[in-house]
């Protein structure tokens, strides 16, 4: 089967991706035929976003038993499976994937293990886009009419298999006629917000104003926003959120101006194993990604940099968590668990 996404081209017997270091300027599309080309295109961050790298993933260790033929057996993709477990810390989606397509093959072998692996990497890419829409239903339900939202990184169909998750809330209220527009944070260092957001919103002719992060607190002390609407890369039992690192500054900002709080989320990135954010490894990147802008040095060559990738926002700055099977109001523990359990 094929399957065309923004990001994602699935050819039934290889994969591309678009390369989102190039984005906008250039569109290229990168052929992956194995494990390791998926693990280092995910390291090398050509696809990003939690539940794109989980659908890459998945692909990637169905492309190996495939290569393996009649010698594929899980014990056999062992050291593609930590090849590919080892590209990314945080996304749980890239966990939730590989245990999801390890459980789908128990016991098989052979052609038969690969087709199988194959048809589950198919159906994770698919339901990745269904549940895109169904939360995107939910999340724009929450909004007053007319509201201007603010969204930060990049959520969209280039973060997922399609449509987005906080961009996908933000699509489904502006076809609903119930969006004003969107200020997109330029999302230092890596500029998903102003390289991808910004891109993908004014391609869908939705009115989008790009702001350095830093006009955030600005934008709400002037009443100029009614929502912030984030992803999330992991949410633990409690509800405490990982996502591109500023999510958090941008949490406290609304609180402080009473602003609702929205993330949007599928729930494979749920991660109800750790009861709260403490227990979250947080990626770190070469610190040239913050002495540099697209190449350019800006800073001294030898500064010392801090550069995590992400941050915690804590459970009780959410408004509430938006998934495909619903709402989670004010989340805790016992709300999240439930939701999961599907009460
Ligand atoms: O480093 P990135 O670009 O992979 O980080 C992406 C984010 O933090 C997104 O907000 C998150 O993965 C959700 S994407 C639907």
């Known amino acids: 089967m094929v399957i065309n996404s923004a990001a994602i081209r699935w050819h039934g017997d290889f994969l591309e991706l678009l390369d989102q270091r190039a984005l906008p300027a250039e569109t290229l599309w990168l052929p992956v035929r194995n494990s390791q080309e998926a693990a280092q295109a995910i390291r090398d961050m050509v696809v990003r976003g939690a539940p794109a790298i989980g659908i890459t993933a998945a692909y990637g260790l169905a492309l190996e038993a495939a290569l393996q033929e009649s010698n594929a057996s899980l014990d ?28 789908t093959g128990q016991s098989l072998q ?125 949410i633990t039992a409690n509800g405490d959120t990982a996502n591109k690192i500023g999510t958090y500054n941008l949490a406290v900002l609304a609180r402080h101006h009473g602003i609702p709080f929205i993330v949007a989320a599928p729930v494979s990135t749920l991660d109800p194993a750790l009861p709260d954010g403490s227990h979250i490894v947080i990626e770190e990147r070469d610190g040239n990604e913050v002495r540099q802008i697209q190449g350019k040095t800006v800073a001294p060559s030898d500064v010392p940099v801090y550069n995590p990738a992400f941050d915690v926002t804590p459970g009780e700055l959410i408004t509430a968590i938006v998934t495909e099977r619903g709402v989670i109001q004010a989340p805790n523990t016992d709300k999240v668990l439930a939701h999961l359990r599907g009460q």
């Open 110 to 234: 052979g052609a038969e293990l690969a087709d199988t692996l194959l048809r589950d990497a198919e159906a994770i890419h698919r339901e990745d886009i269904a549940a895109n829409h169904a939360l995107g239903e939910f999340g724009a339900a929450l909004l007053p009419d007319s509201a201007t939202v603010y969204t930060h990184c990049n959520t969209g169909a280039l973060a997922t298999g399609g449509h987005g998750t906080a961009l996908g809330i933000i699509r489904t209220a502006w076809q609903q006629k119930r969006l004003q527009g969107v200020y997109a944070g330029e999302t230092r260092p890596w500029l998903q917000g102003s390289r991808l957001t910004s891109w993908e919103l004014s391609n869908d002719g939705i009115p989008v104003t790009l702001v350095a992060d830093s006009t955030a607190g600005q934008l709400m002390a002037q009443g100029k926003i009614q929502a912030v609407i984030v992803g999330a890369d992991r």
């Open 76 to 103: 056999n993709l062992a050291d593609a499976i930590a090849t590919l477990a080892a590209s990314r810390p945080t996304a749980v989606n890239l966990f939730w994937a590989l245990e999801r397509l390890q459980t």
